[in-house]
């Protein structure tokens, strides 16, 4: 049973702390996705890569958030230094595109994020 | 510019009711047109999907009806029960970064 994983799974840091996200997306998917989900904006596109290679970011705030895929195993999410207002839950998702086409997303069970 | 548009915010229906639920979206473009429910404490999950080149698609006591010219798709949910209470998500889909866009939710409660 393939599963988009997520570490970790929970985190509580302080305002100012850097804190990394990591993702592992579903064997022979070629696209990451990674959103941001609160109940006033509720799911946020935050930045998606294709075969490693990043095609959008514009929904991160690129000053203090980054997004990396280091190999095809493993997609991060980054943010230095974390703020109050970040406190969310973070979602990876996985999918295969074909002919250019978006196809259904496989979402992991999320890292849930509160920053003091 | 809002891509996507869902209604209703909330819904609460008696068991065994007829949960309805509707997307608009403005991207012609758009070939996919996805459910995704979600349960607390968890991610959005595909619950099902239909192509443009049909206007309806069943599974189950889930159906989608597609209306193409009005650019709007909406999830029927029949003889619903309180396993069924969830967020439903709509996510038409295609090419591009637009295409990644998700509606505002529909926190659906369903009463025993």
């Known amino acids: 049973d393939a599963r988009v994983t997520q570490t970790p799974r929970h985190k509580v840091t302080e305002m100012g702390q850097e804190v990394t996200m990591r993702c592992q997306p579903i064997?022979?998917?070629?696209?990451v996705f990674w959103y941001r989900q609160t109940m006033m904006q509720g799911l946020e596109l935050l930045a998606y890569f294709r075969n490693r290679a990043p095609l959008d970011d514009s929904g991160m705030p690129k000053d203090r958030f980054s997004a990396e895929m280091p190999d095809a195993t493993l997609a991060t999410l980054k943010i230095q230094p974390s703020e109050p207002r970040d406190s969310a839950v973070y979602f990876c998702?996985?999918?295969?595109?074909?002919?250019?086409?978006?196809?259904?997303?496989?979402f992991g069970p999320g890292t849930r994020l509160l920053v003091l | 510019q809002q891509q996507v548009k869902q209604s209703p915010q909330s819904l609460i229906v008696q068991k065994g009711g007829i949960s309805i639920i509707n997307c608009a979206y403005e991207?012609?473009?758009?070939?996919?047109f996805p459910w995704y429910q979600q349960f607390p404490g968890k991610g959005p999950a595909l619950l099902i999907a239909i192509r443009p080149d049909v206007s309806e698609k069943k599974e189950g006591r889930f159906t989608i009806s597609f209306n193409k010219s009005a650019k709007q798709f909406s999830l029927h949910i029949m003889d619903s029960q309180p396993g069924d209470s969830a967020t439903y998500f709509c996510s038409p889909g295609g090419t591009g970064r637009r295409a990644l866009t998700f509606g505002s939710g529909t926190r659906l409660q369903v009463q025993p």
């Open positions: 991207n012609t473009a758009f070939d996919y």
């Open positions: 064997l022979g998917h070629n696209t």
């Open positions: 998702a996985s999918g295969l595109v074909l002919r250019g086409s978006q196809e259904t997303q496989y």
